[in-house]
């Protein structure tokens, strides 16, 4: 598994560096706005990749956004890695305004999963969803002091029982 997240971010680390690679692939001839408030949006995307469904949490019931905004927030987190989701952001609105003429937060569940597939079928695109994707899973497995699972959810949901010692909050600040 860190095989294959090194190479993940060995393939954005290139991607980013690459002259206007992303911005060209998700919006050709536009200058990208800075999306005043992403939240919103990455909570969309997170529930379109795992919505709820009946005996199963979604991204919202493990709070995979509040999980993501730590992530996000972390001081000693890897700053290309968080720029690149933050930048996703720009890139998917203005996709979702060039195909659609409105935000993702507007689109219906099909147009949306329209702009998603769009975005899957690039390499960057596909790099930034996979990306999203992992974390969610993360907030569904981490135990709760890391911000997902309330009262380990994910857990009951796939049956599993957390090992022990679980940490504690001090030794999250660590």
């Given amino acids: 598994m860190d095989e294959w997240r090194h190479a993940l971010l060995s393939r954005r680390t290139f991607l980013l560096a690459s002259a206007g690679g992303l911005a060209a692939l998700f919006a050709p001839a536009v200058t990208l706005a800075q999306t005043a408030n992403p939240w919103p949006i990455l909570a969309a995307v997170q ?3 795992f919505p709820a469904e009946p005996g199963s949490p979604g991204a919202r019931d493990i709070r995979a956004l509040a999980y993501l905004q730590g ?3 972390d001081p000693h987190g890897d700053r290309e890695e968080q720029r690149f989701i933050l930048k996703g952001v720009d890139w998917l609105e203005d996709l979702s305004r060039q195909r659609h003429k409105a935000s993702f937060l507007d689109l219906d569940p099909i ?13 960057p695109g596909e790099n930034w969803l996979s ?13 709760p002091v890391y911000g997902g699972n309330p009262d380990g959810i994910g857990w009951a949901w ?6 022990f010692p679980r940490p504690n909050h001090p030794a999250r600040r660590a």
């Fill in 47 to 49: 529930e379109h990749l």
């Fill in 71 to 73: 992530v996000l927030g």
């Fill in 111 to 123: 147009r949306r999963e329209q702009v998603l597939r769009e975005v899957a079928n690039s390499r």
């Fill in 131 to 143: 990306t999203l994707l992992l974390y969610v899973c993360e907030a569904l497995l981490t135990d």
């Fill in 158 to 163: 796939l049956r599993h029982q957390p090992g």
